[in-house]
């Protein structure tokens, strides 16, 4: 038994909460991709549903949880996906959504929160300041706050994706897997180490946002003073002391690549898969192209957990 909050009961049952459309999302074998790498690559596409990344996974439970009790509003703190994932599903269930996010966030990502009818309040500073703000909102208010990777409903939703991994029979030998606040990369992780054991869970993180990945790797939570990547989903710098310990139950490693490698790996999506993906979503590629020879004849599944990216950003990065 892997030792973690998670519980693999309540993951299956979390698809009967989940909308369909955000479930058993396309997973099949790049070609193209796989003969520029040097190994075997299948794609898990996560963006393909009206908010274009994972997290409505999780946010479904989350509304379809707080409706159940009777609430009516809640708040969050999102770099943008979350946002625009709690805004959808709230939404849908009549509930209030405020959503708390710096002003550096991509105008894209904060357009659709805008546009799902969520109340978005913006601060300065990075996302930890946003989280800092989600929490007075929640006790000035007196409404349920929503923490990515914290509440268990984010990562059993995220979770999701790893029984569709597991179930789809394949021959996957390494699982890439962003890693951000952790949702995702614990969930996945924890359902891959209970059902295929012998897969190999790599999550992958920028060097310009390191402290999850150093967290991991001393088995202790490292913060770090500010972050500096392109890839703003995964940018935080205070690591939640629970899901760590999740996370050292569950990782086989954690390793940092480069932007340029991040933006290199955008590139090879758009141009060999015909994606167009946000950084995040590119990390497992970059970690390909930074050790080839550690995959090269692998069977590797990456999992492309976001498509909201500003156009002109993405062309300065991928077209420049």
């Known amino acids: ?12 049952a979390a698809r009967r909460d989940i909308n369909p459309m955000f479930l058993d999302t396309p997973l099949y074998e790049c070609d193209a991709l796989g ?33 159940g009790q009777g609430r009516t509003a809640v708040v969050c703190a999102s770099a943008g996906n979350l ?35 969520a109340e978005l309040l ?6 930890e300041t946003a989280r800092e703000r989600a929490g007075e909102v ?40 962003a890693l951000g606040g952790g949702a995702m990369a614990t969930g996945v992780g924890y359902v891959l180490k209970t059902l295929s054991p012998d897969v190999e869970v790599i999550c992958v993180q920028p060097h310009g946002a390191p402290a999850m990945t150093r967290s991991w790797k001393q088995r202790r939570v490292v913060t770090t003073d500010s972050t500096d990547t392109i890839a703003d989903g995964v940018a935080g710098r205070f690591p939640i002391p629970e899901v760590l310990d999740d996370l050292l139950a569950v990782a086989d490693d954690a390793v940092l690549v480069s932007e340029a490698s991040i933006v290199a790996g955008m590139r090879l999506l758009l141009h060999h898969a015909g994606l167009v993906v946000e950084p995040s979503a590119a990390l497992g590629v970059a970690a390909i192209l930074e050790d080839r020879n550690r995959f090269a004849g692998r069977h590797v599944a990456t999992i492309i957990c976001g498509g909201n990216v500003d156009l002109d950003a993405y062309d300065r990065w991928v077209r420049g």
């Open 83 to 117: 946002g625009q994932a709690l805004a959808w599903s709230g939404r849908r269930r009549g509930l209030d959504v405020t959503v708390v996010a710096t002003r550096r966030a991509p105008a894209a990502k904060l357009d659709r929160i805008r546009a799902l009818g």
């Open 138 to 177: 929640a006790r000035e208010r007196g409404i349920r706050l929503v923490e990515d990777s914290l509440d268990l409903e984010t990562c059993e939703g995220a979770a999701t994706i790893g029984l569709e991994l597991a179930e789809a029979g394949s021959s996957v030998d390494t699982v890439l897997i």
């Open 1 to 12: 038994m892997i030792a973690t909050r998670l519980d693999l009961a309540r993951v299956r």
């Open 122 to 127: 913006l601060t300065d500073g990075d996302f």
């Open 35 to 67: 003969r520029e790498l040097g190994c075997t690559v299948s794609i898990k596409l996560e963006t393909a549903n009206p908010v274009r990344c994972f997290k409505a996974r999780g946010t479904e439970l989350v509304a379809g949880l707080l409706t």
